[in-house]
């Protein structure tokens, strides 16, 4: 177990692993002696993942260390995800701060609340749209609903899959991420240069 400085807390967060398909004792050892003896190591529907119980000063550092202590282990296991989804439904908004469905959806409708809730990210046709969970935070927060460690929790797990993504991307389908970071940062015709 990892041992923390006074002002640590615990933070609990499960990464999935790529790059390895089964849990052997060579591998549950490997990731043990590199750090990782916060960690339960499990098999679902054919992926491996690693629930931790990490000491910390923030989520952000528990999570970052962890990641780096898996890499450590040398047996060809990587971070694919942190194991939190960014896009929610109103019903989840609901969960993650204790209030109900119905007063989540007067927030988006602007019957109740402050108003400006954030727009929809996507499924914008369906009855069921999604939110980025790190945009409603921000407007929870600034709106004196939730805690500044919840945004910024909400913050770094969104930031952190966003950089395993594209880590993830560029293993893949290197040529086309390139492609496409090349196109959007530079060639798009509908960018006007100054």
């Given at each position: 177990?990892?041992?923390?400085?006074?002002?640590?807390?615990?933070?609990?967060?499960?990464?999935?692993?790529?790059?390895?398909?089964?849990?052997?004792?060579?591998?549950?050892?490997?990731?043990?002696?590199?750090?990782?003896?916060?960690?339960?190591?499990?098999?679902?529907?054919?992926?491996?993942?690693?629930?931790?119980?990490?000491?910390?000063?923030?989520?952000?550092?528990?999570?970052?260390?962890?990641?780096?202590?898996?890499?450590?282990?040398?047996?060809?296991?990587?971070?694919?995800?942190?194991?939190?989804?960014?896009?929610?439904?109103?019903?989840?908004?609901?969960?993650?701060?204790?209030?109900?469905?119905?007063?989540?959806?007067?927030?988006?409708?602007?019957?109740?609340?402050?108003g400006s809730f954030p727009p929809p990210a996507c499924d914008l046709t369906d009855d069921s749209p999604l939110w980025y969970w790190c945009e409603v935070a921000y407007w929870l927060w600034q709106n004196d609903m939730i805690r500044g460690d919840t945004l910024k929790d909400a913050q770094a797990d969104s930031v952190i899959n966003l950089v395993l993504e594209l880590q993830h991307?560029?293993?893949?389908?290197?040529?086309?991420?390139?492609?496409?970071?090349?196109?959007?940062?530079?060639?798009?015709?509908?960018?006007?240069?100054?």
């Amino acid at each position: 177990m990892k041992t923390g400085k006074p002002c640590d807390r615990e933070h609990d967060f499960a990464l999935v692993l790529t790059g390895i398909t089964e849990l052997t004792p060579k591998a549950e050892d490997a990731l043990f002696e590199t750090g990782c003896d916060d960690a339960t190591l499990s098999l679902r529907f054919g992926r491996v993942y690693a629930t931790f119980s990490r000491s910390a000063s923030s989520r952000r550092d528990a999570i970052l260390s962890a990641i780096c202590d898996v890499r450590k282990a040398n047996i060809g296991a990587d971070v694919l995800r942190v194991d939190t989804c960014d896009l929610v439904t109103q019903a989840e908004i609901a969960h993650r701060i204790g209030r109900t469905r119905q007063l989540v959806h007067q927030y988006v409708t602007g019957k109740r609340g402050p108003g400006s809730f954030p727009p929809p990210a996507c499924d914008l046709t369906d009855d069921s749209p999604l939110w980025y969970w790190c945009e409603v935070a921000y407007w929870l927060w600034q709106n004196d609903m939730i805690r500044g460690d919840t945004l910024k929790d909400a913050q770094a797990d969104s930031v952190i899959n966003l950089v395993l993504e594209l880590q993830h991307q560029k293993r893949i389908a290197p040529e086309l991420l390139e492609e496409a970071t090349r196109y959007i940062e530079c060639e798009c015709p509908c960018i006007v240069k100054s």
